[in-house]
């Protein structure tokens, strides 16, 4: 069952979500010796990984790989990468060769194809045979996307075996993406989505309702799934 956890405000979310995070951290490093976190663009994670900043430490050991990113160079304003570059992974000193970009650069098929072979080397496989992230940061789109799964967009049927997926149109500029799969998403170990403002709470009220390809974050593994909102972005109903 979804954890929803409601909060006062958009700083109340990113302290809560980064103490989420850094718990999950340790635990992934102390039962596999290395924590494995993604993540994903937007305002309210770029502020929680301002946060996490503040304790380096907490970052050991910590392999940081990416949910989706947008086909432009690193250094873009629009690049995902650039956010976490400026708000995380400079201000705690995470070393180069654990961060794991996906390289836009490349456009959306061959970006896709470097990621899901960089994923499938670096992360041990579960039964099913994809490679398993510790915790995925996600956001939420005002219709329900996450990463850049769009609703109703043929890359929900992508299917089981699917690490990393090209978007060549996606309705959001720019069109070209770079996005993990549904399967990935539901694969991880856990996955925290954060969404602050009125204008999220129909798209958060949506997800907690049933699953359906016109919501994708609604599609999540439920039972992986931790959701963080302020009190503009909440559902009625009884909150923690």
């Known amino acids: ?126 039964q099913d045979g994809l490679p398993v992230l510790d915790l995925i940061v996600l956001g939420i789109g005002p219709d329900g996307h996450v990463a850049s799964l769009f609703p109703g967009a043929a890359t929900l049927d992508a299917g089981e075996a699917a690490v990393c997926l090209g978007v060549l149109d996606s309705p959001k500029p720019p069109p070209q993406r770079i996005t993990l799969s549904l399967a990935m998403l539901r694969a991880a170990r856990g996955c925290l989505l954060l969404a602050t403002g009125a204008g999220k709470a129909d798209a958060v009220s949506a997800m907690l309702a049933a699953p359906s390809r016109h919501v994708p974050a609604s599609l999540l593994r439920r039972e992986r799934l931790t959701v963080i909102v302020d009190d503009a972005a909440a559902p009625p109903g009884p909150r923690l």
């Open 1 to 126: 069952m979804t954890r929803l956890t409601t909060c006062l405000d958009a700083e109340s979310v990113a302290a809560r979500a980064a103490a989420h995070v850094t718990r999950q951290l340790q635990r992934a490093r102390a039962a596999r010796g290395v924590a494995h976190l993604a993540l994903s663009g937007g305002t309210t994670p770029g502020r929680t990984y301002e946060l996490l900043a503040r304790e380096p430490a907490e970052l050991a050991n910590a392999e940081v790989w990416f949910a989706d990113e947008r086909c432009v160079g690193p250094q873009d304003e629009q690049s995902n990468y650039m956010l976490a570059s400026q708000t995380l992974l400079g201000a705690a000193a995470i070393a180069p060769e654990r961060v794991h970009r996906m390289r836009g650069e490349l456009g959306p098929q061959e970006g896709a194809g470097d990621y899901a072979r960089e994923l499938s080397e670096r992360l041990a496989p579960e």
